[in-house]
């Protein structure tokens, strides 16, 4: 039976760094060391999955990288292309909003692959520049945080970090404002091709 997640992100940057990042290829997930991907495991409810998911990790990762091919933009426009994406971006403020709805087939690859399209961001990020990536399942309810700041990206848990998730929803509310302001009704093909002229 197919599932879905749902991503919600909210990011400032300067729009430079964002070109750079749009323009750069996927890095596949199994670069990163297995304890960057291992908050993934943490947020359900029941132990039982907690385990399997730590489990699955190495296997979820090698398997993810497969999908990985090109660059963000080709990945975004991908996603737009199935009608799931919407993108909305206040070139004043620096400030995106990225939303879109994936079928995942294989639960622990799909949640790596729909935070893979995202990750990268914090990797071209500088200065002040942050954001917040948020995923929701279907099947359980549960959700992901995923912290984005200048070559760092952290899960974050809603007691333990809770200043932090704080500061972040915060930032990323304004973010989101402004840029939905800025693009409302604007196709998601339009705001990437105004991106990357």
Do not use: Q
């Amino acid at each position: 039976m197919a599932r879905y997640v749902t991503v919600a992100a909210a990011v400032t940057m300067e729009p430079a760094r964002l070109r750079e990042f749009l323009r750069s290829p996927v890095t596949p997930p199994s670069t990163r060391p297995e304890s960057d991907w291992s908050g993934l495991c943490d947020p359900w409810h029941e132990e039982a999955v907690r385990r399997r998911y730590r489990a699955e990790l190495p296997a979820a990762l090698a398997e993810c990288d497969r999908w990985i091919d090109g660059d963000h933009a080709a990945l975004l426009r991908g996603l737009d292309e199935d009608g799931g994406l919407t993108l909305r971006h206040d070139e004043a403020t620096g400030s995106l909003a990225v939303d879109f709805d994936t079928r995942v087939d294989f639960e622990l690859p799909g949640m790596i692959w729909a935070l893979t399209a995202l990750r990268g961001l914090a990797d071209a990020m500088a200065g002040e520049d942050t954001g917040l990536v948020e995923l929701t399942t279907d099947w359980s309810g549960g959700t992901v945080l995923l912290h984005l700041a200048p070559k760092r990206s952290a899960f974050l848990d809603p007691d333990r970090d809770a200043a932090a998730l704080a500061r972040a929803r915060n930032a990323a509310f304004d973010a989101r404002a402004a840029a939905c302001e800025a693009d409302e009704d604007t196709e998601a093909g339009e705001v990437l091709d105004r991106l990357l002229p």
